[in-house]
């Protein structure tokens, strides 16, 4: 079975700074994806990043930026130049690849991020 | 607007009673996951349908039930509730043909068992 850490439950970053969430995830699959959702206070799951195992190169959205270490199970978020509506409870999850179909996501519990003005 | 549509929003009962949670996908979209997130238990997968079949079962009690219509809405039936029923239950559904990895949630319903 998959699971997924988050080991920081509660983080906070000033306004502007840059701010590093972990995750790290136990798997024997090879062929995965790995995602960051973010939960603001209307409480909407939203996606802010993706990536695919088989991919090297690690993916980047915008402030948002991933660090994968696909040997260590590792995949942190980096957030730059972290805005007040980046407030939010984020999310590591997994998902298995499965053929032509979509697997079902397995969460962390969580980071809950504060970003102080 | 992730495009699926979740009701009620809220919803507030007593033990032991019976609801229904439905869920309209993103048009086009074939699969529906039922997620459940808890204080306690965080975020679980509970069951997934694709095209009006069960596909995926995960940590689904056998008080709960689901299903997905010919029209690819989807409910879920909670019955002989219990206060640790109390959790913001989400819906998501996926893109039709693609193998993406991306989900749509839509913005959950709230039950509160007294």
């Known amino acids: 079975a998959q699971t997924v850490t988050q080991s920081q439950p509660e983080m906070s970053v000033q306004e502007a700074e840059t701010v590093t969430l972990s995750c790290t995830y136990d798997?024997?699959?090879?062929?995965?994806?790995l995602f960051w959702y973010k939960q603001p206070p209307s409480r909407q799951m939203i996606l802010v990043i993706r990536?695919?195992?088989?991919?090297?190169q690690n993916a980047t959205e915008n402030r948002f930026s991933v660090n994968f270490q696909k040997a260590a199970k590792s995949f942190s978020l980096k957030i730059s130049d972290s805005q007040l509506g980046d407030t939010a409870m984020y999310f590591c999850?997994?998902?298995?690849?499965?053929?032509?179909?979509?697997?079902?996501?397995?969460f962390g519990k969580g980071t809950k991020l504060s970003v102080k003005p | 607007d992730s495009g699926v549509t979740q009701t009620p929003k809220h919803l507030i009962t007593a033990t032991g009673q019976r609801v229904t949670l439905r869920c309209s996908p993103r048009s086009g979209d074939l699969s529906v996951y039922w997620y459940q997130q808890s204080l306690d238990q965080g975020l679980q997968f509970l069951i997934q349908?694709?095209?009006?079949?069960?596909?995926a079962k995960g940590n689904i009690l056998e008080r709960f039930s689901a299903q997905q219509f010919p029209d690819l809405h989807s409910e879920l039936n909670l019955s002989s509730l219990e206060l640790g029923d109390s959790a913001l239950y989400f819906c998501?559904?996926?893109?039709?043909?693609?193998?993406?990895?991306?989900?749509?949630f839509g913005e959950g319903s709230r039950l509160t068992v007294l």
């Open positions: 999850a997994f998902m298995k690849r499965v053929g032509g179909s979509q697997g079902n996501l397995i």
């Open positions: 798997t024997s699959e090879n062929n995965y994806y």
């Open positions: 349908y694709y095209n009006g079949e069960e596909r």
């Open positions: 998501a559904s996926s893109v039709k043909g693609a193998n993406t990895g991306e989900l749509f």
């Open positions: 990536q695919e195992a088989y991919k090297q």
